[in-house]
Structure formats: C-alpha cells, structure tokens
C-alpha cells in the first residue's frame, strides 16, 4: 500500500503552490517536506530524485514526479478534475495554459526591488484586465454554465479561482468589471474542498515574504535567475 502523498519544496508558495490547490480540492491529504538548508537540496539530488535538479518535486503512487505542469496533469486525471473526453481535456489544457500565462507575471514579484514590484504590480493589473479576464469572462457567459468545461468542476476552475485570488492580492477590486467572474469566484470558492482549503489552518501558503526569499536564495545558491522556484 502506498504511503501518504508527499511534497517537498519551500515553506511558500512558488510552484507548488498550485499543486497543493489541486491536490485540497480533490480532497486529498498530503504531508510536505521544507527545505531550509542546502545540505536537503543537495541530499535529494545526490538521491536522484531531482531529475532535472529543479523543485517541485511530489512523491506518490511510488513516483517521485517533477515538473509541475506534468504533476498537475496527473492529479487532475486520477481524481477526475480533467473532463470526459479528449475534448474537455484539451479546453482544460487551454484554460490552464492562460491562467498559467497570467500567473508567470506574479511568480517572480517577491523577488523584485521594491521600485520594480510596483512596477510589475501594474503590468499583472493590465494584464489580467485587459487579456485574461475578458477570456474568462465571455467563456462563462457564452455557455452560462456554472463552470468552465463541460459544466462539470475541473482542474481549470481550481487553477481559476487561485489566479483571481492572487490578483486580488494586487488590487483588491480588480473584479469590479467582471459580474460573470466575480459569481464564478463565489461558486468556487463554496465548494466544501475549497472552502476548507480557503480556511486558515490549512495548508495553502500566505503572501510571499522576505523569510521565503531568502530561503529560496540560501538553499539554491541562486541570486539573479531563479529557475526552481
């Protein structure tokens, strides 16, 4: 019998982030490893479980998987977040590609100088503003479903409502223009997984700080392009 899932990675956000989303939504319990030092990091690539010596990395099922693009694809087929057919996948895949887009121009922001955060904060606002959100808008309210593939909850509405939370951490009325998203993310947020997940006390990580870079910094040895956050 397989033990627990495991996940090992920092005590942040980053990429695993939306892994840990997933993973709440589907309900499914999972225990993580923080890496503090660099004598982990080294420990795991030493152990081969790095493959291309970048984190994420998820234990389960007796893999040891990386790349978070491939982790969350698996979640979502085996817990039955990915559509019924190859059709819903694909429209899954696209959505989760944009929102994926939308995300990358947060990602690197507790990384920034304070003069370029404020800087990028504005370039995420535009963005999701004015390509995004419109997207997500007009998909919601061409099909007026209550979800965005097949009106069944999948992995794009859990990746969804993270994007939309993470703008608001931004700016908090970034949904004024948008009544469809601005119902979807109600929805969302009151499925029972969700809400939970959402609670505090539960493994979804706060707004990065300066602990975590600095964590990210020590144990990588890398100050300019981060690559395996």
């Keep these: 019998m397989a033990g ?3 996940l ?3 005590d942040g956000r980053g990429k695993m982030e939306s892994i840990r989303w997933l993973l709440a939504a589907a309900g499914v319990e999972f225990e993580e490893e923080f890496l503090e030092t660099r004598e982990q990091y080294e420990k795991l690539l030493q152990g081969g479980s790095l493959l291309f010596q970048q984190l994420p990395m998820v ?11 491939a982790i969350l694809s698996y979640i979502a ?3 039955n977040l990915y559509g019924k057919d190859l059709k819903e996948r694909a429209l899954i895949d ?13 990602l690197m922001f507790p990384f920034l100088s304070d003069e370029d955060k404020e800087k990028q904060r504005a370039v995420i606002v535009q963005k999701a503003t004015s390509r995004y959100f419109p997207a997500y808008e007009k998909v919601l309210k061409d099909h007026g479903q209550d979800f965005l593939v097949g009106n069944n909850f999948s992995w794009a509405d859990v990746h969804l409502l993270e994007a939309i939370l993470m703008v608001e951490e931004k700016k908090s009325d970034v949904l004024s223009g948008f009544p469809q998203l601005q119902a979807f993310k109600a929805r969302i947020s009151s499925i029972p997984t969700i809400k939970k997940f959402l609670e505090p006390g539960s493994q979804r990580k706060p707004v990065p700080d ?3 870079v600095e964590t990210v910094k020590r144990v990588l040895r890398v100050y300019y392009d981060i690559k395996a956050i």
Excluded: C, N, S
């Design 77 to 79: 087929a085996k817990y």
């Design 59 to 69: 234990e389960m099922d007796g893999m040891k998987m990386v790349q978070p693009r």
């Design 8 to 10: 090992y990675y920092f």
């Design 210 to 212: 300066d602990k975590y």
């Design 4 to 6: 627990k899932l495991k």
């Design 94 to 106: 696209m959505y989760v590609g944009g929102t994926d887009d939308l995300m990358g121009f947060i």
